[in-house]
């Protein structure tokens, strides 16, 4: 049936059942999860659907929605999905500026807002919004100004739904009914790494596809899971994992504050989460760092449960084939008296499926990860491409690649290897950007991704580098620089890193510590400072810092190693620019940011 998403909440309700749970949001603070039914869903998006219909929402009109993980971005999809109208996704760390470019680059007609500082920032581009008409505030605590005849608080537009006519309803019932494939679902707004951010106009057939494509693919996931909604909404990776888990009835734990992520997890204890390396890697430096604590028996028995649950599930189950006894018997052993434990303390005691993407994952982690039982799934996919285009297969999937093509979406290798892409999941363009519609496509049709990449004997795709990214030397050498990068996360001394050195002599690296596993240090190795500043610039701190460098770039050519770095006293983030909504790094923005430590290193 076309456009799964249209009426998929009320379809959901008749499934399962009004009283079944179908999300529910993760209170830090109760260490509870609060359940909200399916047919508390169905009511609150009919009666949301039924509050644009009153307020001037028709088919076609977009709807900005700006706001941490909560609630009400589904309702306000779903509502939007009825209507067929546009929910627009803005990421809730996104400056009054950029609210303003994708609010008049979509052309939305209303926006929802969560925070006090979501609302002050749409308030202050108002005026210079000219189609945007009504502002939909979803936390009740949040004032509105008494000049405000635009705002309205969330709770009273579904109580103005609640309270709408049979002309009204029968209105957003026809809506639904003339649904089409071709009808836009969503805009999804690029990171702008380096410039403006594009819509990515993906149709309800790119959903639709998506949901079917996964549920060929995915066979294992099944109603009985749970899915912690831990990356933003606004994230294509995130949306469409949390459509998919809606659409397989499975249960979905939203987290609405991605710091808490550590705490929440535990209480939802999910079966499934997508998330992004950088997760991932704070796992393993914080096993890593627990290990190296250990002594003497301890030490030896955890080191040799890793060398069985390395035998056993990767050379045996990630292959398809039984382990033999005597190695089965001992993983058995070792998952009770070493792994579950692990598992336990992340909050992952019933882990079974854990995709992940959006930036290279080190094959260490990875190998890892899996060692100690839990299926970390690599995948490969871009906002163009409603997520995924491929992903580890359940079995014989290789380390150090990013799987295998998902049904019907094709892949080939155009030019410099790029990788080109081309299926039902594929974006019908970028909204009002004909030019850059001429760039994205080939001529016969193909969409650029802008990555490099190789097919291995088996078919399995492996990224090789971000075409964008990658630079040369002056002296003629590509340099990959998302390869080091991801390397040198393994290090648990090591939060964030910015390789430079295009058109230069050699290659040079920004580097941000992990400040407390520093200060730990230090304070082991009876190091005084009296700042961050005097920190970083201790002598034994960089020999300490360059000791781990080189060791971690072993295997690297010597022309691709880092000769020199700078350590910095601060994070790189999104609010200073050097990060992009989705924590890419701004590599234009950090060449000119620290264009002086970068001049340093090559004087």
Same mark, same amino acid.
Not at 165 to 186: F, L, W
Not at 246 to 268: F, R, W, Y
Not at 573 to 590: C, D, H, W
């Given at each position: 049936?076309?456009?799964?998403?249209?009426?998929?909440?009320?379809?959901?309700?008749?499934?399962?059942?009004?009283?079944?749970?179908?999300?529910?949001?993760?209170?830090?603070?109760?260490?509870?999860?609060?359940?909200?039914?399916?047919?508390?869903?169905?009511?609150?998006?009919?009666?949301?659907?039924?509050?644009?219909?009153?307020?001037?929402?028709?088919?076609?009109?977009?709807? !900005?929605?700006?706001?941490?993980?909560?609630?009400?971005?589904?309702?306000?999809?779903?509502?939007?999905?009825?209507?067929?109208?546009?929910?627009?996704?803005?990421?809730?760390?996104?400056?009054?500026?950029?609210?303003?470019?994708?609010?008049?680059?979509?052309?939305?007609?209303?926006?929802?807002?969560?925070?006090?500082?979501?609302?002050?920032?749409?308030?202050?581009?108002?005026?210079?919004?000219?189609?945007?008409?009504?502002?939909?505030?979803?936390?009740?605590?949040?004032?509105?100004?008494?000049?405000?005849?635009? %705002?309205?608080?969330?709770?009273? @537009?579904?109580?103005?739904?609640?309270?709408?006519?049979?002309?009204?309803?029968?209105?957003?019932?026809?809506?639904?009914?003339?649904?089409?494939?071709?009808?836009?679902?969503?805009?999804?707004?690029?990171?702008?790494?380096?410039?403006?951010?594009?819509?990515?106009?993906?149709?309800?057939?790119?959903?639709?596809?998506?949901?079917?494509?996964?549920?060929?693919?995915?066979?294992?996931?099944?109603?009985?899971?749970?899915?912690?909604?831990?990356?933003?909404?606004? *994230?294509?990776?995130?949306?469409?994992?949390?459509?998919?888990?809606?659409?397989?009835?499975?249960?979905?734990?939203?987290?609405?504050?991605?710091? &808490?992520?550590?705490?929440?997890?535990?209480?939802?204890?999910?079966?499934?989460?997508?998330?992004?390396?950088?997760?991932?890697?704070?796992?393993?430096?914080?096993?890593?760092?627990?290990?190296?604590?250990?002594?003497?028996?301890?030490?030896?028995?955890?080191?040799?449960?890793?060398?069985?649950?390395?035998?056993?599930?990767?050379?045996?189950?990630?292959?398809?084939?039984? !382990?033999?006894?005597?190695?089965?018997?001992?993983?058995?052993?070792?998952?009770?008296?070493?792994?579950?434990?692990?598992?336990?303390?992340?909050?992952?005691?019933?882990?079974?499926?854990?995709?992940?993407?959006?930036?290279?994952?080190?094959?260490?982690? @990875?190998?890892?990860? *899996?060692?100690?039982?839990?299926?970390?799934?690599?995948?490969?996919?871009?906002?163009?491409?409603?997520?995924? @285009?491929?992903?580890?297969?359940?079995?014989?999937?290789?380390?150090?690649?990013?799987?295998?093509?998902?049904?019907?979406?094709?892949?080939?290798?155009?030019?410099?290897?790029?990788?080109?892409?081309?299926?039902?999941?594929?974006? %019908?363009?970028?909204?009002?950007?004909?030019?850059?519609?001429?760039?994205?496509?080939?001529?016969?049709?193909?969409?650029?991704?802008?990555?490099?990449?190789?097919?291995?004997?088996?078919?399995?795709?492996?990224?090789?580098?971000?075409?964008?990214?990658?630079?040369?030397?002056?002296?003629?050498?590509?340099?990959?620089?998302?390869?080091?990068? %991801?390397?040198?996360?393994?290090?648990?001394?090591? &939060?964030?890193?910015?390789?430079?050195?295009?058109?230069?002599?050699?290659?040079?690296?920004?580097?941000?510590?992990?400040?407390?596993?520093?200060?730990?240090?230090?304070?082991?190795?009876?190091?005084?400072?009296?700042?961050?500043?005097?920190?970083?610039?201790?002598?034994?701190?960089?020999?300490?810092?360059?000791?781990?460098?080189?060791?971690?770039?072993?295997?690297?050519?010597?022309?691709?190693?880092?000769?020199?770095?700078?350590?910095?006293?601060?994070?790189?983030?999104?609010?200073?620019? &050097?990060?992009?909504?989705?924590?890419?790094?701004?590599?234009?923005?950090?060449?000119?940011?620290?264009?002086?430590?970068? &001049?340093?290193?090559?004087?």
């Amino acid at each position: 049936m076309p456009n799964i998403l249209t009426n998929l909440v009320n379809l959901q309700e008749n499934v399962y059942g009004a009283n079944r749970e179908a999300f529910s949001l993760i209170d830090v603070a109760s260490k509870k999860c609060i359940p909200t039914t399916w047919g508390d869903f169905r009511r609150d998006v009919d009666n949301m659907a039924y509050a644009l219909e009153i307020l001037g929402i028709n088919p076609g009109d977009m709807v !900005a929605i700006i706001s941490h993980n909560c609630p009400e971005i589904l309702i306000s999809d779903f509502a939007c999905y009825r209507n067929r109208a546009v929910p627009v996704s803005i990421y809730a760390t996104s400056s009054a500026d950029q609210i303003q470019y994708i609010v008049n680059d979509s052309g939305a007609k209303a926006i929802v807002v969560n925070t006090a500082e979501h609302y002050k920032a749409v308030r202050s581009i108002i005026g210079q919004c000219p189609k945007l008409e009504r502002i939909i505030i979803i936390n009740p605590s949040v004032e509105i100004a008494p000049d405000d005849m635009c %705002s309205m608080l969330f709770d009273k @537009v579904l109580q103005l739904g609640a309270a709408s006519s049979e002309a009204c309803r029968a209105e957003v019932e026809k809506r639904s009914a003339e649904a089409k494939e071709v009808d836009i679902a969503t805009l999804i707004y690029t990171s702008g790494t380096t410039g403006q951010p594009k819509g990515a106009v993906l149709p309800h057939s790119c959903f639709d596809a998506a949901m079917e494509i996964h549920a060929e693919r995915l066979t294992t996931i099944s109603d009985t899971d749970t899915s912690v909604c831990f990356l933003p909404l606004s *994230h294509i990776f995130e949306k469409a994992w949390t459509y998919f888990c809606l659409t397989k009835g499975m249960k979905v734990a939203i987290n609405p504050n991605p710091k &808490e992520i550590q705490q929440a997890v535990p209480i939802a204890k999910p079966t499934c989460m997508c998330s992004v390396p950088r997760f991932w890697e704070k796992v393993y430096t914080g096993v890593q760092d627990k290990i190296e604590k250990m002594k003497g028996l301890q030490r030896f028995m955890v080191e040799r449960a890793l060398k069985v649950g390395a035998k056993r599930n990767l050379d045996y189950v990630r292959l398809g084939l039984k !382990a033999p006894w005597w190695l089965e018997m001992q993983y058995r052993f070792f998952d009770k008296k070493v792994f579950a434990q692990v598992r336990h303390v992340v909050g992952l005691d019933n882990g079974r499926f854990f995709p992940t993407a959006g930036a290279p994952l080190s094959s260490n982690i @990875v190998e890892f990860l *899996h060692a100690i039982g839990l299926n970390i799934v690599i995948g490969y996919g871009l906002s163009e491409t409603t997520a995924t @285009v491929c992903c580890f297969p359940q079995y014989d999937f290789v380390i150090g690649s990013v799987g295998t093509t998902m049904p019907r979406v094709q892949v080939k290798l155009g030019e410099n290897n790029e990788i080109l892409v081309k299926g039902p999941t594929v974006m %019908s363009g970028y909204y009002n950007r004909p030019d850059e519609n001429e760039k994205a496509f080939t001529a016969d049709g193909w969409l650029r991704t802008g990555d490099a990449g190789m097919f291995d004997a088996g078919g399995a795709i492996v990224l090789t580098e971000r075409l964008k990214d990658l630079f040369k030397t002056s002296n003629g050498k590509y340099i990959a620089p998302q390869a080091i990068e %991801s390397r040198l996360g393994e290090d648990k001394y090591i &939060e964030q890193v910015a390789v430079i050195g295009d058109k230069r002599k050699y290659v040079t690296a920004i580097i941000i510590p992990a400040f407390e596993a520093l200060k730990e240090y230090a304070r082991k190795k009876n190091i005084n400072y009296s700042s961050i500043e005097d920190l970083i610039e201790n002598s034994e701190i960089r020999k300490f810092i360059a000791d781990r460098i080189e060791r971690l770039q072993k295997g690297f050519a010597g022309f691709e190693k880092i000769k020199r770095f700078t350590l910095l006293p601060k994070e790189f983030s999104i609010e200073g620019g &050097e990060l992009t909504n989705t924590l890419k790094i701004r590599r234009p923005v950090i060449n000119m940011m620290y264009a002086d430590e970068i &001049e340093a290193m090559y004087c």
